[in-house]
């Protein structure tokens, strides 16, 4: 298979992917382009595997959608994409660790400004030397 070809499938495995998630979790484009700083026709161009996404935009999306990194090439993914797969998961999850990606998830739910920083308090406290 061409190299272009399996770029291609690839972006279209990612795109359903991150629409499929974006429905379970109820989410328009809009809210998810807002959410991400861009427009609602990038997430189309995205999610339609037209445009391509870098491993930081990946890692956004993670955490908006509350997964880790690796779930947009999870299952489905063909034997072909395998190696291509494993290779962008690696290097997504190498960015955080499953742990900081569940600190994140939690932290995303707190959502009174003044338990945010209450919490942000806590753990500049903590880190301290």
Same mark, same amino acid.
């Given at each position: 298979m061409a190299v272009r070809e399996h770029n291609l499938r690839l972006r279209k495995h990612l795109g359903e992917r991150m629409r499929n998630r974006r429905r379970a979790l109820g989410l328009s484009q809009e809210a998810v382009a807002e959410r991400l700083g861009i427009s609602y026709q990038q997430v189309q161009k995205y999610e339609k595997g037209v445009s391509s996404f870098s491993v930081e935009r990946l890692t956004q999306l993670a955490t908006i959608m509350d997964v880790g990194p690796g779930y947009f090439l999870g299952a489905g993914v063909s034997a072909d994409l395998q190696p291509a797969a %494993?290779?962008?998961?690696? %290097?997504?999850e190498t960015l955080l660790t499953e742990a900081e990606w569940r600190w994140i998830r939690l932290f995303r739910r707190v959502r009174r400004p003044s338990q945010r920083a209450a919490f942000m308090a806590l753990l500049k406290a903590l880190a301290r030397p």
């Open positions: %494993r290779k962008v998961r690696g %290097r997504a």
